[in-house]
């Protein structure tokens, strides 16, 4: 027999994403409609283990859909990582009588879910991470507003690199995965794009690379370099004097991570949110929700943290091409 759920919890957790917000306020709105109680906890894991933990109501969430960042605060949690943390968060989840958690965060995020369920606590996870390195999802809450944002920069970049014609390189987030890279480098036409999964560049290829652009006339070289691959200000300086040509590094850093959410990621994240909720009132409990193949699916989260995610080959071929 399922047991009746009467109360949930809702918290954010890792790097923040536009359009966790609109994730928050679905869960919210969807689980008042169902005649639950909705308690929100601030500062992530970090502000449940202070016991962080507040009653929302739909007025809480009013005039948030459009806000970038995360109205409940965000954190990174040390002691969730720990045996006594994980133990310590189940029993405040249980002292305020949260009986599923939905975690909107990236990968670590999840996985600090999958523990409490160790404990008896049920979870549901909603992917939401600028990084899109999820595995059970072809969509995360805020790859969409971050690409967008970085590709408004760097465009902005193109033009002064091209008046000065000079070679740029450009460094964009997304920890270890390329995909910010790669849909940089192709929406932006980038010459070059670095991406971690490729595994090592071939720099004599890029200067040669360069040189041949100047020869052709072209005035700029834009180089899209993940984060992942890094040290953007060394391979500057490396360019310029292998190449002669004046090369400058700019790293977008946290400036991708803010901003007002575009359509799809208010949208789809909503998606997510009210999805969350419907799996609880069916008693799907620790869950993962993802989007494939245009239709939003869920996992089970044991399964889904066992994925493996690729780079698409075809995008990267594509890249090349263009
Ligand atoms: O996961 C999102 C992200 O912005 C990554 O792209 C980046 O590597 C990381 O978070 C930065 O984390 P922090 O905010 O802890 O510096």
Redesign the pocket.
């Known amino acids: 027999m399922l047991e009746p759920i009467h109360t949930i919890g809702v918290l954010t957790s890792?790097?923040?994403?536009p359009g966790m917000n609109a994730a928050v306020r679905a869960v919210v709105r969807a689980a008042l409609s169902q005649g639950l109680s909705v308690r929100g906890i601030r500062r992530g894991y970090h502000g449940l283990l202070r016991e962080e933990i507040i009653d929302m109501t739909g007025r809480d969430v009013a005039d948030t859909i459009q806000r970038g960042g995360t109205i409940l605060q965000t954190a990174?949690s040390e002691q969730m990582r720990t045996p006594e943390g994980q133990l310590k968060a189940a029993g405040i989840l249980k002292k305020y009588g949260i009986q599923v958690l939905v975690v909107i965060g990236?990968d670590g995020s999840f996985a600090g879910a999958q523990t409490l369920t160790e404990y008896g606590i049920k979870v549901i996870g909603i992917p939401g991470?600028?990084?899109l390195?999820i595995a059970c999802t072809e969509y995360t809450i805020?790859f969409d507003t971050?690409a967008n944002t970085a590709m408004e920069a760097i465009d902005k970049i193109r033009d002064t690199a091209t008046s000065h014609e000079r070679c740029s390189i450009v460094e964009?987030?997304?920890?270890?995965?390329g995909y910010?890279a790669l849909w940089c480098g192709i929406a932006n036409g980038a010459e070059c794009i670095l991406l971690p999964e490729d595994h090592g560049y071939d720099e004599n290829k890029i200067v040669e690379d360069i040189l041949e652009n100047r020869r052709r006339g072209k005035k700029h070289y834009i180089i899209i370099n993940a984060?992942?691959v890094g040290d953007s200000i060394n391979l500057a300086k490396k360019i310029e004097e292998r190449t002669g040509v004046e090369t400058r590094a700019t790293i977008l850093g946290?400036l991708?991570?803010g901003g007002s959410p575009t359509v799809k990621d208010r949208v789809y994240a909503s998606i997510m949110g009210v999805k969350a909720v419907d799996l609880i009132m069916q008693g799907k409990m620790n869950r993962v929700v993802g989007y494939k193949g245009g239709e939003y699916i869920d996992f089970d989260i044991n399964d889904a943290l066992k994925m493996n995610k690729e780079i698409p080959d075809y995008q990267v071929e594509v890249a090349k091409i263009l």
């Open positions: 890792g790097g923040d994403a990174r990236g991470t600028i990084d390195d805020g971050a964009v987030m997304g920890r270890d995965a910010l984060e992942g946290y991708q991570r």
